[in-house]
Each structure stands twice: as C-alpha cells, then as structure tokens.
C-alpha cells in the first residue's frame, strides 16, 4: 500500500509540475504566440517599422472605400481601443467586409498607418442562418 | 476498477459492447451527416462550407480526448500498475492521430474559402499540429520497447508530460490573438444558431461511439495476440 501510495504523490507531482511549466511557457509566450497585432496592442508603443507584421481587427463601419484603379482598397481596423487605417492593393478574400474581422499582413509607415499586401478575413464564432444576419447578434469585437 | 484487471473479465464486457459502439455510433454518423448536409441551412456568411463543422469539431474532440485517455490510461498504469491501462493508452494512440489528422485537414480545407489561406502559424492550429507530433513520439516510443500488448514506462511517461498540450490547445484562441475563431460553444451556452447546432449532437457522439468500438478491438486484439504468443512459447517448451 505505500508504495503505491508513494507513486500516487510522484505522479501528482510530476503532473504539477509538467502543468505549471506549460502555464509559465504559455503566459511568456503571450505577445509572441500572438497571431496579429491589435490596434490597441501597437496604440502605446513605438511602431515595428520595416519588419513584416499583422494586424488584426475588426473592419470599421462604413470605411471601405475602392480607389478608381479598381484594386486599391482604404479601410480602418479598430478593437474598441485604437483605430489604423490601412492601405491594400490586390484581391480581398469573399468574406472581408466591413464590422467583420480581419488580419492584414504587411508592415507599418511612420504615419501610423497600415501598409497590407495581403488580408485575410477571420470568422467569428457566431454561426447563423441568412434569415437572421443582423437579427440575432451585433458583431462589436473580435472575442465573445 | 481492479474486478477488470482479469483480461478474461475485461473480455467478457468488451466483446458484446464492441459491435454495440460500432452499430449505434455509425447510424448517429450518418443521421448527423444527413441532416447536416441536406437539411440544415447554410451559414449567413460561410455559406455551405460551415457543414465541414460536423465533422471538423468531432475530429478535434475526439483527437484531445484521445490524448485524455492515454493521459489517463498512463497514471493508472504508473501508480496502480493496472495490467489493461497500458494496452488502453497503445489502443488509443492510432484513432486519435488519425482523428487528429482528419481535424487538422478540414480545418486547412474550411480555411482556404473563410480566411483565404490554406495554413497559417497561428496558435490553435499550431498546438493541434504539435498534439499530431505528440501522437506520432507516443507511437513511436510504444512500439521502441519490447512490451507488445501494454507500453513501456517511459511510454506512459511521456503520455502525461504530452498531456500539457490539451489545455493549450483549448485555451491557445482565448491567451493569444488568432486567426481561428474563439470557442462558439461554452458553459455559458453556444453561438451558433440551434438549427445549424443540433446536428453537431448525433455526429460528436456517433464519432465518439465508433472511436471506443475501435479502442475497444484494438485492445482485444491485442489482447488475443498476446495470448496466441503465449500459446506458442508454451507449446515449443513442452
């Protein structure tokens, strides 16, 4: 009986162990796990100029806006706490639009704006038939 | 728990439950896979490619509950040296690679039409990644030891320390910015829409069902070989 209870505490703490390692890895991993940057992560601190990035955030409403060229398209990210508005040329995915979440790859301009060169659109975790978009939810921010 | 330590008594139960699991867990398939494909409706903004999600969310719960039962298996086997936890955790590991693979795949195939992109290094994809890995190391180091029906220590071992990647998995979209959607469905209740919800229900346990049928032949058989070997070795001394 002994020895098994012996076992019994060795496995409890090595399982203790194990989890507060992975806890301390994971919360010092906490801005470099991070996929994007949010506008509200970049509001405070010197920019990451010239380095590849993303920010990730939710489209604003009514800041899409196309320039004549057809491909050239302005908008403006925000999280409730900042906004950037960002510059893309090129195709945008079918389910980039606006008070909707995406994630812009590209770097940062001095000016504090967003240069992309390309966008992904992030789904939320809302799933709903079309007879009720709009109806059930108001999409506001990137996490429930 | 240790009644069933007796393999013959473990057997007795196995036997009749395996075609049970088997037959109820594929009707509850293919209901949830039915109605999911033809009935329910579409999403307002994916559109038909939501209904990947009956079997994306089984795959992704099946392949981290795999890897909770090894975990579990690998105490068992380490503290009580129960004789079935071992050849549990070397029945489990094949199921859940492959579910953890299939969740992996339509994930990537759901990404490409939603987010525009087939793989992205973002952190639930990148920990279901590493749990796949995990699973592989897991098989590996089973079949690296003589033990043939149970796993090794060092086996079971590394099934706990492995386990640190289940809670990362689940909270890796709540910690950190990603691209993958937050969890929809909470204590607190679920965000999707009950009619596009409810077929989920039938395929997670048809999936779940079918996942311990196969479990549970994997383990008889294992069980059955160990026997024909013993057999053998008898018959040659005598």
Not at chain 1, 42 to 68: E, F, N, Q, T
Not at chain 2, 191 to 214: A, D, K, M, N, R
């Amino acid at each position: 009986m002994k020895a098994k209870k012996q076992r019994l505490i060795l496995a409890l703490l090595g399982l203790g162990a194990v989890v507060g390692a992975g806890l301390l890895a994971a919360s010092g991993l906490k801005t470099e796990a991070s996929f994007f940057f949010a506008p509200g992560d970049v509001a405070g601190i010197d920019l990451p100029l010239g380095k590849a990035v993303r920010l990730g955030g939710m489209v604003a409403d009514k800041s899409i806006r196309h320039d004549a060229d057809g491909v050239t398209i302005h908008f403006v990210v925000e999280d409730g706490k900042a906004k950037v508005p960002v510059v893309f040329k090129g195709i945008a995915p079918d389910l980039f639009k606006e008070n909707s979440g995406v994630v812009a790859e590209g770097e940062f301009r001095a000016d504090g704006s967003f240069v992309a060169s390309n966008l992904l659109a992030k789904h939320d975790e809302r799933y709903m038939p079309p007879e009720l978009d709009g109806k059930m939810h108001k999409t506001g921010s990137l996490k429930s | 728990m240790h009644a069933y330590a007796n393999p013959a008594r473990f057997l007795k139960i196995a036997r009749p439950l395996t075609p049970v699991c088997v037959g109820v867990g594929l009707l509850l398939v293919l209901l949830g896979s039915y109605v999911g494909l033809f009935l329910t409706p579409p999403d307002y903004l994916q559109g038909d490619t939501v209904r990947i999600m009956y079997i994306h969310v089984p795959a992704a719960w099946l392949g981290m509950g795999g890897w909770t039962g090894i975990a579990i298996a690998s105490i068992v086997q380490l503290v009580w040296r129960h004789p079935l936890a071992g050849v549990a955790g070397r029945a489990i590991a094949a199921p859940g690679a492959l579910f953890t693979a299939i969740c992996l795949l339509t994930g990537s195939i759901w990404g490409r039409p939603t987010w525009g992109t087939w793989w992205e290094w973002d952190g639930r994809m990148t920990s279901m990644l590493v749990l796949l890995f995990l699973y592989f190391g897991y098989m590996a180091l089973a079949n690296a030891s003589d033990e043939r029906t149970t796993v090794s220590r060092a086996t079971a071992i590394f099934g706990i320390v492995g386990a640190i990647n289940i809670p990362i998995i689940n909270r890796s979209v709540v910690w950190w910015n990603s691209l993958h959607q937050g969890p929809s469905i909470t204590l607190r209740g679920s965000s999707i829409s009950s009619e596009i919800l409810w077929p989920l229900l039938p395929t997670v346990i048809g999936f779940s069902l079918l996942f311990g049928g196969v479990v549970l032949m994997r383990m008889r058989a294992n069980l059955a070989e160990a026997k024909v070997e013993a057999r053998m070795r008898r018959m040659a001394a005598s």
